[in-house]
């Protein structure tokens, strides 16, 4: 946003106030210091409420502006509002500001909740029949319709603050300043404000919202000003502003604890240290894990990258799946041929090589089926050192689904632990699908054969007496 956009620039402002530290005390005291000889002048001091504070807001945004008590708020909207002017620096302000910055301001409290409406109304720049139009909606908005022709002297500091806002609110500003004062309304007018002033926003307008409900900051400001002693400690993004700030705050209470309550400080400091000390050996534990992981991982890897580049080692080449009529394929149906073609590379002869061969369910990494040569008692005589293996599986068994193939080629297969003589592993080598067909019901096909005729019996002399008693199992409900 360039400077000729914004609606409110604030540049290099400074702010001075000069602190009297000698002042007389009551009228009798005041009288006697005119009676009496002059002498020296009384002391002052100067106080810097802003130093060197710089930003911008433009149509459609919303600045927060936080810090502790004393910070400087306060006196940056009063510059803001005009009430106040800056020593140095400058302030601008375009369109009419509609501002709200300290209960029951502009209001005279022997006036009625109606007169002062009009009062405070034409105060901000309203004529009188601007006020009558919008008047049933302030006092609607403030919710004081039984209290409107009472003195405001009467009203509680609730129905002060709703009353201004609700005017503020009303006089078609272009900027609405609005200070903590709401933090003295109820839970449901503050959430009604601070809807007001999100539609406020989206339709254009630039509103600057003081307050110590840091929730309310992060709801209705993406930009946020801090303020420590009258000094800019950050302008951006509020979620950073307000993170920095009670970073500090929690700093300070600390401090003020420790000065007030030493020997308490003493105990939770050294319980804060107990557990500082036992998170760093936690950590140092775990990265100490996760360094021996690491490790482990990277010397695996080197073995591994050894083992791949021996050039007399055995290796799995390739792998083609086959359906019955001998066509290259991944897609079969239950209770159909499968051919599984492996293709290998010898780096040395090796007589007694074993093949293995494994299929799992992919969707769930069930282990479905495994074979190889050595299940079968097959020993390769003479293995070319290129070369292709194959077996054929006459009823394929597994049903519906999606499913991968994993390889290993061992080098003796006469090993005890023959795992120990893995010379290649190839997983997920090939994926395949099974399509059930009207077989459709489990996870695996079983080849059945039904016979084609029923027969009649008696079941009290042929099926317990063709039986033996221990291989009878009869449903337990039946009756008859």
């Known amino acids: 946003m360039s400077d000729a956009d914004a609606i409110i620039q604030v540049t290099d402002v400074w702010k001075r106030f000069t602190i009297r530290t000698g002042q007389v005390g009551d009228l009798r005291e005041r009288f006697n210091a005119l009676r009496a000889p002059k002498k020296e002048a009384i002391p002052e001091s100067i106080f810097w409420a802003l130093k060197d504070v710089s930003f911008s807001v433009g149509p459609g945004q919303s600045l927060g502006i936080v810090g502790h008590n004393g910070s400087g708020k306060s006196t940056l909207l009063k510059l803001l509002t005009g009430i106040l002017k800056p020593t140095q620096g400058e302030v601008k302000m375009k369109g009419r500001v509609g ?19 009009f009062l405070n109304g034409s105060i901000l720049g309203l004529s009188r029949r601007e006020i009558e139009r919008k008047f049933d909606d302030i006092v609607a908005f403030a919710g004081l319709e039984k209290f409107v022709d009472t003195p405001v002297k009467r009203y509680s500091s609730g129905m002060y603050m709703r009353l201004g806002f609700a005017v503020a609110a009303h006089t078609d500003p272009d900027i609405l300043l609005i200070d903590e004062v709401l933090a003295v309304g109820d839970t449901f007018f503050q959430r009604k404000c601070l809807r007001h002033l999100e539609n406020f926003v989206k339709k254009g307008g630039a509103v600057v919202f003081v307050s110590h409900a840091m929730t309310q900051v992060s709801e209705l400001c993406e ?3 801090w303020l420590d002693h009258g000094e800019l400690k950050h302008y951006g993004p509020t979620h950073q502003a307000i993170e920095q700030y009670m970073a500090l705050v929690e700093e300070r209470e600390d401090d003020e604890f420790r000065l007030r309550h030493p020997e308490e400080w003493a105990v939770q400091e050294e319980e804060r240290q107990r557990l500082r000390q036992e998170a760093e050996r936690r950590e140092a534990e775990e990265k100490a894990v996760r360094d021996a992981e690491e490790a482990a991982v990277a010397e695996a890897a080197a073995k591994r990258r050894s083992w791949l580049m021996d050039p007399t080692r055995a290796r ?13 394929t991944t897609a079969f149906e239950a209770g159909s041929p499968m051919r599984v ?6 780096g040395r002869p090796l007589p007694r090589v074993s093949f293995g061969f494994e299929i799992f369910r992919k969707s769930d990494h069930l282990h479905m089926f495994s074979t190889s040569n050595f299940d079968h008692e097959l020993v390769f005589e003479d293995l070319p050192t290129e070369g292709m293996v194959a077996f054929d599986v006459p009823f394929l068994s597994p049903n519906a689904g ?4 994993y390889l290993q080629i ?3 297969w006469r090993v005890g632990a023959w795992h120990s003589a893995l010379e290649d592993e190839w997983k997920d080598a090939i994926t ?17 054969k039904w016979e084609k005729t029923p027969r009649a019996i008696d079941p009290k002399v042929e099926f317990l007496q063709s039986v033996p008693p221990e291989t009878i199992f009869e449903r337990a409900d039946h009756e008859g």
């Open 341 to 346: 073609e492996i293709y290998y590379h010898l």
């Open 410 to 412: 061992y080098s003796d």
């Open 432 to 448: 395949f699908t099974v399509s059930a067909g009207r077989f459709g019901h489990g996870c695996a096909f079983l080849p059945v």
């Open 316 to 328: 799995l080449r390739g792998i083609t799946l086959r359906d019955g009529e001998g066509r290259p």
């Open 223 to 225: 930009t946020c000003l």
């Open 99 to 117: 501002a709200l910055i300290e209960v029951g301001a502009g209001f005279h409290p022997d006036l009625s909740g109606r007169e002062n409406i």
């Open 402 to 405: 999606e499913y991968v193939i």
